[in-house]
């Protein structure tokens, strides 16, 4: 489904809202901006990637919509779900949303997932929460039929097992299948397919994408991997510490990328083609926290920085459906990279 058509399917309103997202965390005297304003909107059915370096603030300021912030974290800004703010809300409310609504699959499936719980178990809690009247052998039921969901074989077997008994794709699908055991409208997967072999990220990706169809999920994709964003995202938010870069539909960001930023992570990837070229990598490296430099954050990095972008924050400069904040967005000369989409899909799509 194109972003077009979601549009107009949900007659311009978006399942959720984000605008001028701020987390920083207090430190003695001051307060450390680690995500500095961040915009998005999701669509229902859309798939939309947000992608960047780590420690760009991708997961944090996802964490932080979700009411999942450390302690010592200042949260600031809007979310707005289904017209309902979450900043803000009662952490008893965003206990309730959490998991029935709104659901996320975490990083790492070994450190999420309880050791000495049974995958049933677990599974199970995540029904009872939401479900306070679900008898357990209704609850057994719904697990047997979600571990079918996700294709994990013998569930009758696998459903008494620890999760030290699963392989690494095999813990990712259980972490999955307790993400849609409440039938959320949201799913965010935090990079989904983080330490997995290439076969094995290629199964959980079109899991999660016929979940989508089959489900009716609108989804959104944390990664640093460009390859899952071209073959599997609506459209991409490109962040750099701690805001949106630049954000278009997937097909025109990878074919004219209007910030200097993206334009590095898309020649980041591999070729397919046999080459003795030497893989790019974008110099240097993202600013620490609290030691952001003065104008634009990714101009000492930036081979196209000028006098303004070490003075002045650039401005968000709309191109139609597409925005970059850069002050030469509109006037980037050509680039080399141009036409790698169906490169990029094909090692997405595994």
């Known amino acids: 489904m194109s972003t077009t058509e979601i549009n107009q399917d949900t007659a311009g309103q978006p399942l959720l809202r984000i605008r001028d997202l701020k987390v920083g965390f207090s430190s003695r005297d001051r307060v450390l901006p680690a995500v500095r304003g961040i915009d998005i909107e999701l669509f229902k059915g859309e798939v939309l990637g947000i992608v960047g370096e780590s420690g760009s603030g991708k997961s944090l300021g996802m964490l932080a919509s979700l009411g999942l912030q450390a302690r010592n974290a200042i949260v600031s800004g809007s979310v707005v779900f289904k017209g309902k703010e979450l900043v803000g809300r009662p952490r008893r409310e965003m206990r309730a949303l959490r998991g029935a609504e709104i659901s996320m699959i975490f990083q790492d499936p070994l450190s999420s ?126 962040i750099y510490a701690g805001l949106v870069v630049e954000e278009a539909e997937v097909r025109e960001l990878f074919a004219n990328p209007r910030h200097p930023y993206t334009r590095g992570l898309i020649d980041s990837i591999p070729k397919l083609t046999a080459s003795n070229e030497k893989l790019y ?25 000028q006098d303004i972008c070490r003075k002045a924050a650039p401005p968000v400069i709309e191109l139609g459906r597409h925005r970059a904040a850069c002050h030469f967005a509109e006037s980037l000369p050509s680039w080399a990279g141009a036409g790698r989409t169906a490169e990029a899909e094909e090692r997405g799509n595994g």
């Open 113 to 238: 997932l309880n050791p000495v719980m049974t995958v049933g178990d677990q599974i199970r809690e995540a029904l009872f929460l939401h479900n306070r009247g679900m008898s357990k052998a209704k609850a057994t039921e719904r697990v047997l039929e979600l571990l079918q969901l996700v294709a994990i074989p013998q569930p009758d077997r696998r459903i008494n097992q620890y999760p030290h008994e699963f392989s690494g794709g095999m813990r990712q699908r259980v972490m999955i299948a307790m993400a849609v055991a409440n039938n959320p409208e949201l799913l965010v997967a935090d990079e989904p397919t983080t330490a997995l072999d290439v076969t094995v990220q290629a199964q959980i990706m079109r899991m999660l994408r016929d979940l989508k169809e089959k489900l009716g999920l609108a989804l959104i994709l944390i990664t640093h991997d460009l390859g899952v964003v071209a073959g599997h995202a609506d459209r991409v938010a490109v």
């Open 281 to 305: 990598s974008i110099p240097g490296a993202p600013p620490m926290l609290g030691a952001l430099p003065e104008g634009c954050a990714f101009h000492p990095r930036c081979g196209f920085a």
